[in-house]
């Protein structure tokens, strides 16, 4: 009888979780789902809300706030009014630091962000940001690419930095297109973990590619 007795508690406790992990990925999939149609402020912003509120339901899964922190950072970019642009990086980055203590620790993905937050803060003023935070994205990208070779982000992100950077500072179209040319090679080549993780990128890589030409 006691041996029945364990059995359904066991039994029952299976069935709570694995419940608990299909709500969970049900909603993981929706959301990501819905990233590569996220072309404004608004629905970033709602995405990035949805992504926090799983995260904090589940307290466990590092992926729900490194999305989060994406679409934060995301949504700095595309806001017009600079003088949002910190405050909005700011979440980004406790996000990511959420998703790293998560974690255990930092990945190649979370250092992605990170170069991306620093490359947030830097916009708002170029010429007296690049010391701190240009520094600070090559930083990240460097140790992204470390982390994980096989990664195409931070090398898509390099060719980004090179994109928007003057010839006589070290950037230009011609090198932008060799990184870009590499890193859509990676992305070809590219496996995820898992279906929650990261695949964004190569849409991003192929239209800077197109300017480069």
Same mark, same amino acid.
């Given at each position: ?10 039994? +029952?406790?299976?069935?709570?979780? #694995?419940?608990? #992990? ?11 789902? &819905?990233?590569? $149609? ?10 990035? #809300? ?9 307290k466990t899964q590092w ?21 949002? +642009? ?20 930092? #990945?190649? &993905? +979370?250092?992605?962000i990170k170069s991306m937050?620093? $490359?947030?803060?830097?916009m708002v003023d170029p ?41 006589? %500072? ?9 990184? %870009? ?5 990676? %992305? ?10 990261? +695949? ?7 239209? %800077? ?5």
């Amino acid at each position: 009888m006691k041996h029945l007795f364990v059995f359904a508690v066991a039994l +029952t406790a299976s069935l709570l979780v #694995n419940g608990q #992990n299909e709500k969970y990925l049900n909603a993981m999939k929706k959301n990501v789902a &819905e990233l590569d $149609s996220a072309h404004d402020a608004a629905h970033l912003a709602e995405l990035g #809300n949805n992504f926090e509120r799983i995260a904090d339901a589940e307290k466990t899964q590092w992926l729900p706030y490194y999305y989060a922190a994406y679409c934060q950072v995301m949504n700095s970019y595309m806001d017009a009014d600079k003088s949002k +642009t910190d405050a909005i990086a700011d979440k980004a980055e406790q996000l990511i630091k959420k998703a790293e203590e998560v974690n255990g620790g930092e #990945n190649s &993905e +979370t250092c992605v962000i990170k170069s991306m937050i620093a $490359s947030s803060h830097l916009m708002v003023d170029p010429q007296t940001r690049y010391m701190k935070y240009g520094q600070a994205s090559g930083l990240e990208i460097s140790k992204a690419k470390t982390l994980d070779p096989s990664n195409p982000r931070p090398v898509y992100l390099e060719g980004q930095s090179k994109f928007f950077t003057p010839e006589q %500072f070290g950037g230009g179209k011609p090198q932008a297109k060799e990184l %870009f040319t590499k890193a859509l090679q990676m %992305f070809d080549q590219f496996k995820p973990a898992s279906e929650l993780h990261p +695949t964004w990128g190569k849409a991003a890589t192929n239209y %800077f590619l197109q300017q480069c030409n």
